[in-house]
């Protein structure tokens, strides 16, 4: 209040009277360009994202007072604009190891829009076993995951020669500083908090990732444009949806509004009985099980922009791992509360969703029978590949195969569009799946 950073970092700057002008570094919660380059204007030396580790904090010390990386090298310290921050490491290729399918799509779309190739693994194991087959840049972490978590699973990592110095960022709900620890002293390099802020989680890559030539990182090809040029979404829309803020969902998926749509579906399907599941689990003195849960519910609720559910889920995980149950069953009504709020007002989206897929249940459909079917094969097999790595191009290899099939399998392709146009890839490769089963096209998603 009465002055804002920028300004007083100004006139610091400007008005020093010591014989050395101090350096100034601006700390704030907001990532916008607009305010990055005000304070770049201003003179100051460097700017840094809340949440802030001490990593990234000793990093920013070192740079701008010039015992880092070089400020040419690393302008404004390293905190440039998301495209700026990310141009020397554009195309790089990370293994997310997350369980929750909401925070799998999360993290694709926030990284797949800033121009890097990603793998996803739904546990420590399958992370490890991905990393012995595949050349990866760096590894982001969830903490808590079944089979094996993300602590052990670094741990065993580590203890491989040939990943010693793979840099492994720990992605967790946790914010303590013992969970910091942990996860340095298991290994890891660095940690982002989840729900992920896109700039924060480019600012921890871009000082981990070694930095491409210039020749590779123009082959890797810019942030795709379809997911950095997404309009501002509408005040209309935010006081349709009860309890969800969709201003903070929508930069947790990089302005992408569909994939949003489809992760509020998605947590209206999935976390609708995640109550029930949480005080079944506590019932039955399940206090692992229970963590997990709360856990997961609080990392989601922040990724789609459900704020008040996510504290309150974050205040019930906290007294778990505390074993303090009598705060215990006062929490777990806040968290009920706040999900009935969430979940009824998604209600009338969920109708909508059900109302498209029965309409497209019903359109007609058939066999192509006078249609050029070599055409159609390999329309499909097109299409296929686009789906099978999430482009989305598919849509404009959607209008093709509609196009050769002529009217024909109508009900099939409106099931591809549909899915697609949620950003559901996975419900796409079902879709087309059943058409090209139709059509006796043979067709392998997993190969």
């Not at 905190?79 to 490491?89: F, S």
């Not at 995951?145 to 946790?174: C, K, S, Y």
Request: proline share 5%; charged share 30%; hydrophobic share 45%.
């Amino acid at each position: 209040p009465g002055m804002d950073g920028i300004e007083a970092g100004r006139r610091i700057k400007k008005n020093s009277s010591a014989k050395t002008i101090p350096t100034v570094v601006m700390v704030t919660a907001y990532g916008r360009e607009e305010i990055m380059r005000q304070a770049e204007n201003a003179g100051l030396d460097g700017f840094l994202i809340k949440p802030v580790n001490q990593s990234v904090l000793f990093n920013t010390i070192m740079e701008v007072l010039g015992r880092g990386a070089s400020r040419e090298s690393r302008p404004f310290a390293a905190e440039a604009t998301r495209a700026d921050a990310t141009a020397t490491i554009r195309g790089a290729r990370l293994l997310v190891a997350e369980d929750n399918e909401i925070n799998q799509q999360v993290a694709r779309e926030i990284l797949e829009s800033a121009g890097f190739v990603v793998d996803i693994a739904n546990n420590g194991r399958e992370a490890i076993e991905k990393a012995i087959s595949n050349s990866y840049d760096a590894v982001l972490m969830d903490i808590q995951m079944p089979e094996m978590d993300g602590l052990q699973a670094t741990a065993e990592l580590r203890r491989d020669a040939r990943f010693a110095d793979l840099p492994i960022i720990a992605m967790t709900a946790h914010a303590m500083a013992t969970d910091r620890e942990q996860s340095l002293d298991a290994g890891m390099n660095d940690h982002v908090n989840k729900p992920i802020d896109p700039e924060a989680l480019f600012a921890v890559l871009v000082r981990w990732i070694q930095p491409r030539d210039s020749k590779t990182a123009v082959e890797a090809g810019p942030p795709a444009a379809n997911a950095t040029e997404r309009p501002e979404p509408s005040p209309r829309v935010v006081a349709d949806l009860p309890g969800i803020d969709l201003a903070a969902g929508l930069r947790r998926v990089a302005g992408n509004e569909a994939l949003h749509r489809k992760l509020l579906l998605d947590f209206h399907r999935d976390f609708a009985a995640s109550v029930d599941s949480l005080r079944t689990a506590i019932n039955e003195s399940r206090t692992a099980d229970a963590e997990r849960q709360a856990h997961t519910l609080k990392g989601v609720a922040g990724a789609i922009g459900a704020m008040d559910l996510h504290r309150a889920a974050d205040e019930l995980d906290s007294a778990l791992r505390q074993d303090d149950m009598e705060r215990v069953e006062t929490l777990l009504a806040v968290v009920a509360s706040e999900l009935n709020v969430v979940i009824n007002g998604l209600e009338p989206l969920a109708r909508q969703a059900r109302a498209k897929r029965a309409e497209a249940d019903a359109a007609p459909t058939g066999p192509a029978g006078d249609v050029d079917r070599p055409a159609i094969e390999a329309a499909v097999r097109e299409l296929a590949a686009l789906i099978r790595k999430n482009n989305p191009d598919a849509e404009n290899a959607l209008e093709r195969l509609r196009d050769v099939l002529k009217g024909t399998r109508s009900k099939e392709v409106d099931r591809v569009a549909l899915a697609l146009d949620s950003f559901d890839f996975r419900g796409a490769s079902e879709a087309l799946s059943a058409l090209a089963e139709a059509e006796k096209i043979p067709l392998t998603f997993g190969d």
